[in-house]
């Protein structure tokens, strides 16, 4: 076992453990300008014929998903592959867990065999922060409850910002259950820190108790914005935690707020339709919606593995945290 705080351990200015990625509160725009830079050259890597380099030989890194994940786990798989370091998928459903062990003595477990990160994702706001208190290894949150997605804002801004050219004065409307949803959070934070607008567009029940310090604006009304927007990006109605009861019908709700090809066809030439993913499709996006030229949800996915490829490295290749090791590589 790696025992001790490795040097460089500490606290940020904000309070978040070093060495990690636990919130895109932790990352200014400097910070998040060099991670997306850094994800150019990751992307050019994932494009070559044998898409592997060097760079964490001899690193360790372990998922630990307590809720269900294709895009997030995946992707984290193939950056952590294609710099050829070894990972170790944890299956809670097959694991001890079942027996009653608690998310800590798991952490310590797993922390035991000597690995260098850990990619959690648990329905609880603030585990990944717990886990980087429990471990000697970096930590990723890779979605804790409705808190936060820290790397998804990251492939998103850096979709956007490759598509867009730039994100300075670019208009943003999050539309849909953002009450229950830990990447709008993410996604708010990133793109107003890249000096985006963004509007906050659904209805009353959908949007959070409190939106004290949420720098954004807000409407009930996602025809008033079609016309005006860069990015409409849908967020999944969450119905597994309850969100479809804080709508009369999922019909009702798609007639005022789905993106279907009447609204889509109002948008901008150039506007780019998002959706971080899994669709319902038929509630917040129609089918042929999602599948027109303009819909880069699925480039969002490609760019998910260059954004984690870029992420590891900052954390595991400088042994520092992200905003360190954007601000050392980027020299
Ligand atoms: N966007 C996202 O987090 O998708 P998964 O739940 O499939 O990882």
Redesign the pocket.
Known sequence: MRGGARSGAGVTPRGAPRRHLLSIEDLDRPDLERVLDLTDSFAEVSRRRIPRVPALRGKTVVWLFY?????????FEAAAKQLSADTVNFSVGSSSVNKGESVRDTVQTIGAMGIDAIVV?HSCAGVPHRVAEWIDASVVN??DGRHE?PT?ALLDLYTARTRLGGLDGARVAIVGDIRHSR?ARSDVLAFTAMGAEVVLVAPGPLLPASLEGWPVAVTHDFDSVLGDIDVCYLLRMQLEREAGASVPSLREFRSEYGLDAARADRLGADALIMH???MNRGVEIDGDVADRPNAVITEQVAN?VAVRMAVLFLLLGSGMDLAEGARTVAG
Do not use: I, W
């Open positions: 809720e269900d994940s294709t895009r997030t786990r995946l992707s994702r890779a979605g997605h998804q990447v971080p993913g899994p998910g």
